[in-house]
């Protein structure tokens, strides 16, 4: 989960949290890996083992995988991941939450949120614009036109299925960060 910092929104308040000390909700601490508990580490590597980016392609298929006529959803292996770095944070609900960052072959940028129990919240993976549906883009134009991706991210469930979209991008002038929910119905500039 990123922090994001909503224009009116502050998150405020001071919370126990890793190794005692305390910190600002909201707010993400850079740690090593090694500082990120063993069963932790255990639960990321093995849920990232068999990582596949779901995602439409062209079809029809023989496989019973049929969207519709166009599109077929297709599993594609991204490769072994390389875990690079880590951070604590402190939600502004008060819950504590690992993220583990790493890369998948190809350079492809991941981070897996795990609660302190073991539990799985949240997949983000780095996407192109190709492996974003068109209704999605489509939305945001029509909300933004104009608006330039530079990163774009998609958060994925522990099942793995995508639940939104974060872009990062210029819009005139500015560079903003939008979250889109994965039908692209509901659009928010977080950062402006």
């Known amino acids: 989960m990123k922090t994001r910092l909503r224009i009116g929104l502050f998150a405020v308040g001071i919370v126990g949290a890793f190794s005692g000390t305390a910190a600002i909700a909201g707010v993400e601490e850079p740690v090593e890996l090694t500082e990120i508990p063993a069963e932790i580490m255990e639960v990321a590597e093995a849920h990232l083992a068999d990582l596949r980016l779901a995602r439409y392609a062209p079809g029809p298929v023989d496989d019973g995988s049929v969207i519709d006529d166009n599109l077929v959803l297709v599993y594609e292996e991204l490769g072994e991941v390389q875990l690079i770095s880590a951070n604590t944070e402190t939600e502004d609900d008060g819950s504590f ?15 897996i949120d795990i609660d ?12 192109e614009s190709e492996d974003v549906p068109g209704a999605v883009l489509s939305a945001l134009e029509a909300r ?3 608006f330039t ?7 994925h469930s522990p099942s793995m299925q995508v639940v939104g979209y974060e872009f990062v991008g210029t819009h005139g002038e500015n560079t903003i960060d939008i979250e889109v929910s994965a039908d692209g119905r509901t659009i928010e500039v977080a950062d402006q």
């Open 97 to 111: 939450v690992y993220e583990i960052q790493g890369t998948v072959e190809g350079g492809r940028r991941i981070e």
């Open 116 to 127: 302190p129990d073991g539990n799985v919240l949240e997949i983000e993976i780095e996407f």
């Open 144 to 146: 933004l036109p104009g």
């Open 149 to 155: 991706p530079e990163f774009i991210e998609a958060s």
